[in-house]
C-alpha cells in the first residue's frame, strides 16, 4: 500500500496544480510551497477531530472498543481533517482559526460518520435523522437517543466555527440538505430493491428528477465552502454573510452545478461500494453508474446546467457503456467526470461581473473545492487508507 504520508501529499499537491481552473488560479502562485505549513494545521486539527470524534462515537456505539472507534476515525477521517486546512492554505492562522477548522472538520465528520452509519443499515441513525429535522419516525425516542445526542454535535461544532447569523445557513447545509435528503435516497433506494427486476426500469423511470434531485441535493458542496467561508468572516466581519450570498441567484445556481459535479465525482468513486460488493463498506444505494437510464442522467445533465445536446447525447453513451462494457469503465467513467467538471468550470467564469466582485472569496473557495473534487475520485475506501498507517 502507498505510504499514507506520500498519497496525501500527492492528492493535495495535485490540487494546488490546478486541474480544473489552470495552475495558480484558485489557490494562488507556488501553493505547493505552502504544503509544509498545511500539514502542520492539519495536525493540530487531527488532535481537535480525533478527541472529539472518538467520543461521539463511544455514545453512537457504545459496545466498540478502542480498536474498532480507531478503525472508524481512520475511515472518516482523512476528507474531514486534511481538506479543511488544505482548501484555506494557510490564509486562517493562529491558534483560534485552527480551533475554528478544528470545529469544521468535527462538524464535517459528523456528517460523515452519520452518513456512512446509515449506508451500512443502520436504522437508528436514520430515524435520528428525520426527528432532528422534525419528521415523524416509528422507532421509539428512547432507541434513537445517543444518536440524536451525536447529530446535535453537528450545531455545537458550527457555533463553535462561524458569527451568530451564519449559523443556520450552515445547519441547514448538513442537516436539511445533505442528511434529511440522503435519508430519502436511502429509503427510494430500499424501494428500488424490493421492486421486481422488471419493474425496475420503469421504477427509474419515474422517479427519475427525484433521484436525481436528492443525489444533487445531498452531495454537500455547501456544507464545506459555507463552514470555511464562515471562519474567515471572523477576521473580516465586513465580508457578505451566508444567508446574502445564499440567496443570490446567481450563486445558487453555482452551487447546484457544483453538487452535481462532485456528487458525479463520488458517483464514480463509490460504484463498486454502491453496488453491495463491499458490504463490510456499504449496502445498496441507487447510483447511475450501475443503474443506469437516461431519464436520469438527462435529469443530472439538467442540474449540472448541461445544455448541448451533443454532449448530452455523448454523456448518454458513456454511461451506457460504463454499464455495459467492464473494459471500458475507467475510460467512460473519466470522460463522465471530466465533462461535468468543464461544466462547473464554465458556469464560474459565465458569473456576471458584479457576483465575482461581491462575492470573491466565497466563489475562490467553491473553485478550490472543485479542484481537489476533481483528483479526489479515489473512492470512500481508498480514501480511508490515506490515513490508516498513521
Not at 419516525?137 to 434513537?144: D, G
Not at 454535535?153 to 443556520?168: F, G, M, Q, R, S
Not at 453538487?259 to 463491499?278: K, L, M, P, Q, S
Amino acid at each position: 500500500m502507498t505510504d499514507s504520508s506520500n498519497l496525501l501529499d500527492t492528492l493535495i499537491s495535485a490540487a494546488y496544480n490546478g486541474p480544473v481552473f489552470g495552475p495558480d488560479v484558485s489557490f494562488g502562485p507556488q501553493a505547493s510551497y505552502k504544503l509544509p505549513a498545511v500539514k502542520e494545521q492539519i495536525k493540530a486539527i487531527a488532535e481537535i477531530f480525533n478527541h472529539r470524534l472518538y467520543t461521539y462515537i463511544k455514545v453512537s456505539y457504545p459496545g466498540l472498543d478502542a480498536s474498532a472507534i480507531k478503525r472508524l476515525l481512520q475511515e472518516i477521517g482523512p476528507k474531514a481533517i486534511c481538506f479543511c486546512p488544505a482548501l484555506t492554505i494557510g490564509e486562517l492562522t493562529g491558534t483560534l482559526n485552527t480551533e475554528r477548522l478544528g470545529a469544521a472538520a468535527t462538524a464535517i465528520g459528523v456528517m460523515y460518520l452519520a452518513d456512512q452509519s446509515m449506508d451500512r443499515g443502520d436504522e437508528t441513525v436514520t430515524s435520528a435523522i428525520k426527528l432532528l429535522v422534525q419528521e415523524q419516525i416509528t422507532l421509539p425516542e428512547e432507541q434513537i437517543g445517543s444518536w440524536l445526542e451525536v447529530l446535535h454535535h453537528i450545531e455545537k461544532n458550527i457555533t463553535l466555527l462561524a458569527l451568530p447569523e451564519d449559523v443556520p445557513t450552515i445547519l441547514d447545509c448538513f442537516n436539511e440538505q445533505v442528511l434529511h435528503n440522503e435519508v430519502l435516497l436511502h429509503e427510494l433506494s430500499m424501494e428500488y430493491q424490493k421492486t421486481a427486476p422488471k419493474g425496475q426500469p420503469i421504477f427509474l423511470e419515474k422517479q427519475a428528477k427525484y433521484i436525481a434531485k436528492l443525489m444533487v441535493m445531498d452531495a454537500g458542496f455547501p456544507s464545506v465552502t459555507s463552514s470555511l467561508y464562515a471562519i474567515y468572516r471572523h477576521d473580516n466581519p465586513a465580508l457578505p454573510n451566508l444567508s446574502k450570498i445564499h440567496n443570490s441567484k446567481s450563486i445558487a445556481a453555482l452551487l447546484t452545478v457544483c453538487n452535481a459535479v462532485v456528487r458525479i465525482a463520488d458517483e464514480f468513486g463509490d460504484w463498486e461500494t454502491d453496488a453491495g460488493h463491499y458490504p463490510e463498506w456499504g449496502i445498496f444505494s441507487i447510483n447511475p453508474f450501475n443503474q443506469y437510464h437516461p431519464a436520469i442522467v438527462k435529469e443530472l445533465c439538467s442540474f449540472a446546467a448541461i445544455e448541448d445536446y451533443t454532449l448530452i447525447d455523448e454523456l448518454q453513451s458513456a454511461f451506457r457503456e460504463f454499464h455495459t462494457s467492464p473494459k471500458k469503465q475507467k475510460e467512460r467513467g473519466r470522460f463522465i467526470v471530466d465533462s461535468f467538471f468543464d461544466q462547473a468550470r464554465i458556469q464560474i467564469n459565465n458569473l456576471p461581473q458584479e457576483i465575482k466582485e461581491s462575492y470573491s472569496l466565497y466563489i475562490t473557495l467553491c473553485m478550490r473545492v472543485l479542484e481537489i473534487g476533481s483528483v479526489n475520485i479515489l473512492g470512500d475506501i481508498a480514501l480511508a487508507d490515506v490515513r490508516e498507517q498513521e
